[in-house]
């Protein structure tokens, strides 16, 4: 079982994209879209979604792999996600909003911080990209082409 956890507002740029890959997906994927905290300091929001975001993963997602989505996080190529998601039956992505979160709380409950590219994107396409490379994985699991 795949679960993306995004703190996000709305992902309507891209929401028959989104949509897309979870009909794909059917049951193996679940997204679940956490509304950021507001009328705090920019810190506090960071520190209340972070926390938000280790409540969830300790209440309902203790036994998943956890991968945070970081600017600082590993580049890894398509075979080498495939090979990380082949060895764990489930796993939690985790994505930031534009005013981030705390890394530094969350480092003991990080398995792996994913990376694509030093270049800053916003996190409805780092959704999107996601999607697309988990969904890649899955094809390739099953031995099935990906492309159309």
Not at 17 to 36: C, D, G, H, V
Not at 53 to 76: C, E
Not at 129 to 139: C, G
Request: charged share 30%; net charge positive; hydrophobic share 40%.
């Amino acid at each position: 079982m795949f679960v993306i956890l995004a703190v996000s507002d709305s992902d309507k740029h891209f929401d028959i994209a989104i949509k897309e890959y979870q009909k794909r997906f059917w049951k193996k994927l679940k997204i679940e879209n956490i509304k950021p905290s507001k009328n705090w300091t920019h810190i506090q929001i960071i520190q209340k979604d972070t926390q938000n975001i280790i409540d969830i993963i300790s209440k309902r997602f203790w036994s998943y792999k956890k991968v945070l989505l970081s600017k600082d996080g590993k580049s890894l190529d398509t075979d080498q996600i495939f090979d990380f998601c082949k060895k764990n039956n489930d796993i939690v992505f985790i994505i930031w909003w534009p005013y981030g979160l705390d890394e530094k709380l969350l480092e003991n409950d990080i398995d792996l911080k994913l990376g694509f590219g030093k270049i800053t994107i916003q996190h409805w396409l780092a959704k999107l990209i996601l999607l697309e490379q988990v969904y890649r994985v899955d094809m390739i699991s099953q031995n099935r082409n990906y492309h159309y």
